[in-house]
């Protein structure tokens, strides 16, 4: 995103592209997913809705845009869900681990994950988590109550996120991929086809 | 607290137990429990340190004071730590619910937690939460690396305050102390005695 051309020719021009993902992130936040309409965006940016999708696509496409994350948990979330239910819960954490030890892909999930306190990052991390990647990894593992069990898996990796990289405490901090997924996988398998009162 | 005699007599006079805590408060939030005396918690209130340990005890009372819990982790934890290790993750999430399902001492807690995410509230909660609660606990229990699986414990417990009572996502929200019990009891006790890689 740093390295896209300037238009030289036109140096005091809104960015448009910009203007409609500032559009975006602040709709959704206030609106939630459901509440925001690729019209609305275009609307607040300045820009007609055409444009909007000519930019960015679905709506599922503008709002992961607006997250400004740099994978897509749809493509990052495949392996994942390819082998079924059996050994998920390994997969899942091995993925967990990938995209947060890295600092490219952390800094924007930390940023996200700091919206956590007030209600408009609320509804983007609702959205964003719940609706992105929990949602579609529970249904196409077709769990029985996958809403359920998906929050489970959600609870202990928020707990995890919040101690290993916002508090950073250690020795959790410095415990190695391995050693996170050896310790969090059973727990996750657990939660996702083990039995539940 | 809030049914607290007023001293009629001196309407204008600052309150120097609230001054005590301010700056304990502050001081705590900003060098931590370990980089805090009384003394220098008293100086910045204008009061003699005497004075602060006859309002309030030893430095740990103090710390307790200043984080405004309405129950005394010390007292609360005994019937946890009695038990012995075996059963201790069913005990700690026993009492984690009757604590944090009722709200006199759930609204002090999440005051707590929101400052997770700025850098003196990190302090607050590191020393609050892992000196007052998980450290006295691992070494009662007599766990062989009682901070690993201390902060393995936290890792569970702080996802399910932010997704429950936070963001508050059902149906976790609204699930019933038992079935969170019978749910996270098993985590925590593989947390606390299972083997760890």
Redesign the interface.
Known sequence: MSAAPRRGRRPGAPDTRAAILVAARELFAAHGFAGTSVRAVATAAGVDAALVHHYFGTKDDLFLAALELRVDPRVALLPVIEGGVDGAGERLMRLFVSVWDVEETRLPLLALV?G??DPGG?QL??DGF?RMVLGPVGSALELDQP??RM??V???????????Y??A?E??ASASS??LI??YA??LQ?YLSGP??
């Not at 959600?154 to 290993?164: D, E, K, N, T, Y």
Request: charged share 20%.
């Open positions: 700091r956590v306190l609320q991390v609702r719940f809403e359920r929050q489970l959600a609870s202990q990796l928020i707990g995890l996120v919040v101690l290993r916002v508090l405490v020795p959790l391995e050693e050896a310790t059973p727990t657990r539940l009162p």
